[in-house]
């Protein structure tokens, strides 16, 4: 009798509970998690960008698409903080002042070192003196570092480079040092990995497909252009024919 009533509560008891409050909780975790995805993401956007107005759409992102949001979010946030990035500044600025004076003679190639002011090996002038100062200044120097004194002048065309300009000559200044890293075979870096290689190949057949169509294209207009020359040439002849005619 004992254990019959036992069971019999049991059931009861599994029977009374409300299965309702399960779904609470899991709502009510829901919605908490998704906050803390709201707060994370406004605050990682913060550290990558100080652009309200594209943190806002990072925001709006994961209001309303939530977890596939976020991953759309990671995909297209800027890949480094603002913070990387003004370190990686400060020490490029850092490299280039230290390595200042680590060029190569223009004249035979022979590695320069700290101080020198002409080449050890042609004699080849690389630094002169401040006519005001006295103090030594690189060759090509415009304006004295140490007086202000104008040293030589300054061609109009330097000062102000377009942008595409500036863009041009930084695309050609990273196509070179990737060019002679992976012809000398230096171990700068790891060359890409198979993703790398694969997203190089994909863009490079697609560059190739976008230049045969772009010539075949060009190649019927050009068709296009001489069948109407033609016509009208064609027309012409017509009409003088016809002039002829009623002349006749
Ligand atoms: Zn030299
Ligand atoms: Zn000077």
Same mark, same amino acid.
């Given at each position: 009798? +004992?254990?019959? +009533?036992? =069971?019999?509560? $049991?059931?009861?008891? =599994?029977?009374? &509970?409300?299965? +309702? &409050?399960?779904? @609470?909780?899991? $709502? /009510?975790?829901? #919605? =908490?998690?998704?906050? =803390?995805? &709201?707060?994370? /993401?406004?605050i990682d956007s913060g550290e990558r960008t100080s652009n309200i107005s594209i943190r806002i759409i990072y925001l709006l992102l994961v209001v309303f698409l939530n977890i596939p949001g976020l991953i759309i979010?990671? #995909? #297209? %946030?800027p890949s480094e903080t603002i913070e990387q990035i003004y370190w990686a500044d400060l020490e490029r600025r850092y490299l280039k002042y230290e390595t200042s004076e680590l060029g190569d003679c223009s004249k035979c190639g022979n590695q320069l070192l700290p101080g020198y002011v002409y080449c050890s090996n042609c004699g080849n002038e690389i630094k002169k003196k401040c006519p005001s100062c006295g103090v030594m #200044?690189?060759?090509? @120097?415009? $304006?004295?570092?140490y007086c202000g004194t104008q040293v030589a002048s300054r061609s109009t065309q330097e000062e102000y480079p377009t942008i595409e *300009?500036?863009?041009q000559q930084i695309l050609?200044? %990273?196509?070179?040092? @990737?060019? @002679?890293v992976e012809s000398k075979r230096l171990k700068y870096k790891q060359s890409g990995g198979f993703v790398v290689k694969l997203g190089g190949m994909i863009i490079s057949s697609w560059k190739r497909l976008f230049d045969i169509v772009s010539e075949k294209l060009e190649k +019927?207009?050009?068709?296009? *252009?001489?069948q109407k020359q033609q016509e009208v040439v064609e027309s012409n002849t017509k009409k003088k024919k016809k002039k002829k005619r009623k002349k006749k």
């Amino acid at each position: 009798m +004992n254990l019959e +009533n036992f =069971v019999l509560g $049991f059931f009861d008891f =599994v029977g009374g &509970i409300d299965f +309702n &409050i399960f779904g @609470t909780l899991l $709502f /009510v975790l829901l #919605i =908490v998690f998704w906050l =803390v995805l &709201i707060g994370w /993401v406004w605050i990682d956007s913060g550290e990558r960008t100080s652009n309200i107005s594209i943190r806002i759409i990072y925001l709006l992102l994961v209001v309303f698409l939530n977890i596939p949001g976020l991953i759309i979010y990671l #995909i #297209i %946030r800027p890949s480094e903080t603002i913070e990387q990035i003004y370190w990686a500044d400060l020490e490029r600025r850092y490299l280039k002042y230290e390595t200042s004076e680590l060029g190569d003679c223009s004249k035979c190639g022979n590695q320069l070192l700290p101080g020198y002011v002409y080449c050890s090996n042609c004699g080849n002038e690389i630094k002169k003196k401040c006519p005001s100062c006295g103090v030594m #200044i690189g060759k090509s @120097t415009k $304006f004295c570092a140490y007086c202000g004194t104008q040293v030589a002048s300054r061609s109009t065309q330097e000062e102000y480079p377009t942008i595409e *300009v500036m863009e041009q000559q930084i695309l050609a200044t %990273r196509e070179e040092a @990737t060019e @002679t890293v992976e012809s000398k075979r230096l171990k700068y870096k790891q060359s890409g990995g198979f993703v790398v290689k694969l997203g190089g190949m994909i863009i490079s057949s697609w560059k190739r497909l976008f230049d045969i169509v772009s010539e075949k294209l060009e190649k +019927n207009q050009e068709e296009k *252009v001489e069948q109407k020359q033609q016509e009208v040439v064609e027309s012409n002849t017509k009409k003088k024919k016809k002039k002829k005619r009623k002349k006749k």
